[in-house]
């Protein structure tokens, strides 16, 4: 929206005259962060008094007006449903500043604050507003926002509103502009993603309106992979497992967040399934695509887990041996249930449970790595790496990373065959394997 308004993006804050801090609010510490990013920058203030600054985002959708009272310097708060007002809200703040600092050049520019919180019925289907100029191969589409679940320790449902879905075509179209401008991968990304659609479109042919998406997705010419995030057990059913026999653009990779290996702690935790329901759907995963990798989320030091509690999850990962888990310390999060509980943990044994499991998690995630040492894997190109301008970034269809050597004007944007050649715990080393890419081309 700002390039389309005439404004060009700096990486340097110092020259913009517009920052704006896209905040998170899952756990504390990130709001932490976004208040302190903002904090230092008041001194911009001083030398450049018509710069304007925004908070958007999930912090700025359940503190709301209160950030103008810890940040004073602060001119914007956007919330989650009106993304698509934020260049109007700032390009007016801006041009209006600049016009009366030509009349009057002390101007303290106070009064101009904005902090726009509401609901907006049907905000779903703005945000393909955002869609962004790209030369990256690959891009995130959101589906859906909001969530119903109540999972006791999330702030979402708080800050996102209910579940609401784009329609089908909205979303197709989007993923067809997005090809035309070279990417090559999508990912679907809604809070339970297999849940789209449940409320506002019928099941055809017994497939529920996520797997009508994922067919309509598949049958883009052009697009070569399909990834969606984050998926839940809770209507996570056998047409969605099926999907991955005969949709080979869907990539062999979920995203499946656990929590917790402890019935017990699952139920404190509001999550509507046991242990054994989410081992079933792992292990229905696995026979339909034979080379899935599982990655998941778990929360440590919930509210009243015990060391047995703690033990069972640790089970649990040695068992599905995961190819890669975030392992989050429990954060106490404003208006939620869990906040309140009285058994809370000390940092300490969250930070020792954390250590001890993330021990557990890398141990298994190396071993699978170093097991592809000498393997030939399908990748896409994704650009140079971030450590390394000279190397070239590259995934497996399982979201491993594969670092090559080569020449990015012949590789980037294209899938192909690497031979994998070394393994430094989480980053796998490759060759292309060159009659693959002229195949491809
Ligand atoms: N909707 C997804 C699901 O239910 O699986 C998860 C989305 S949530 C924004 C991302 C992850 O943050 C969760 O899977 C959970 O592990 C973690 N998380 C959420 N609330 C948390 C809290 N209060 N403390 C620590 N981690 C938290
Ligand atoms: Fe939060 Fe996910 Fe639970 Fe929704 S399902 S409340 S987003 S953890």
């Known amino acids: 929206m700002f390039t389309e308004g005439g404004y060009t993006v700096t990486k340097d804050e110092f020259k913009a005259d517009a920052i704006l801090v896209n905040t998170c609010s899952v756990r504390d510490q990130a709001e932490q ?42 001119d914007v708060v956007v919330g ?9 809200y700032v390009d007016g703040i801006l041009q209006n500043r600049l016009e009366r600092r030509m009349d009057d050049l002390k101007l303290t520019y106070k009064g101009d604050h904005i902090c ?26 959101s589906i859906m926002q909001g969530c119903n679940m109540k999972c006791s320790y999330c702030i979402v449902p708080d800050t996102r509103g209910r579940e609401r879905g784009r329609p ?27 849940l789209y659609g449940r409320t506002e479109f019928p099941k055809v042919d017994g497939k529920s309106p996520f797997v009508q998406l994922l067919e309509a997705v598949h049958a883009i010419e052009g697009l070569e992979r399909i990834r969606f995030t984050s998926p839940h057990p809770i ?12 949709l080979p653009k869907l990539c062999s990779h979920i995203h499946f967040p656990m ?38 989320d778990i929360i440590v030091g919930f509210p009243g887990e015990t060391e047995e509690d ?50 557990v998690v890398n141990e298994i995630a190396q071993r699978k790595n170093n097991a592809l040492v000498g393997t030939v894997q399908e990748v896409l190109c994704t650009g140079p790496s971030k450590n390394n301008p000279n190397t070239l970034n590259s995934r497996t269809p ?13 590789l980037v944007g294209k899938v192909f065959k690497a031979k994998i050649h070394e393994c430094t715990g989480f980053t796998l080393y490759g060759t292309p394997i060159i009659e693959s890419l002229e195949e491809a081309e």
Do not use: W
């Open 33 to 74: 962060k976004a208040l302190g990013k903002m904090g230092s920058m008041v001194q911009h203030r001083k030398k450049r008094p018509h710069v304007v600054y925004g908070f958007m985002g999930c912090m700025a959708q359940s503190r709301g007006q209160e950030l103008f009272q810890n940040v004073p310097h602060l």
């Open 398 to 410: 399982q979201n491993k990373i594969v670092i090559l050597e080569g020449n990015p004007d012949r």
């Open 235 to 246: 209507g996570y059913r056998d047409d969605l497992v099926e999907a991955f026999t005969y």
């Open 168 to 194: 089908i075509q909205d979303i197709v179209e989007e993923c067809e502009s997005l090809v035309a401008r070279g990417v090559k991968e999508v990912t679907l990304l809604g809070q339970i993603v297999n």
């Open 310 to 359: 703690f033990e069972e999850t640790v089970k649990c990962v040695k068992e599905l041996e995961f190819d890669n888990c975030f392992v989050f310390r429990y954060s106490q999060r404003r208006n939620t249930p869990a906040a309140d509980m009285l058994d809370q943990l000390s940092e300490k044994v969250k930070e020792d449970r954390n250590q001890r499991l993330l021990a």
């Open 116 to 141: 726009d919180i509401d609901e907006e019925k049907d905000s779903q289907n703005t945000i393909k507003d955002h869609v962004k100029e790209t030369t990256d191969p690959t891009a995130f589409v």
């Open 80 to 88: 989650t449903q009106k993304y698509h007002k934020v260049f109007e």
């Open 259 to 296: 929590q917790s290996g402890s019935d017990r702690i699952l139920k404190l935790m509001r999550r509507p399934y046991k242990n054994e329901k989410f081992i079933e759907i792992c292990k229905k995963m696995k026979a339909a695509r034979p080379d899935m990798a599982i990655t998941t």
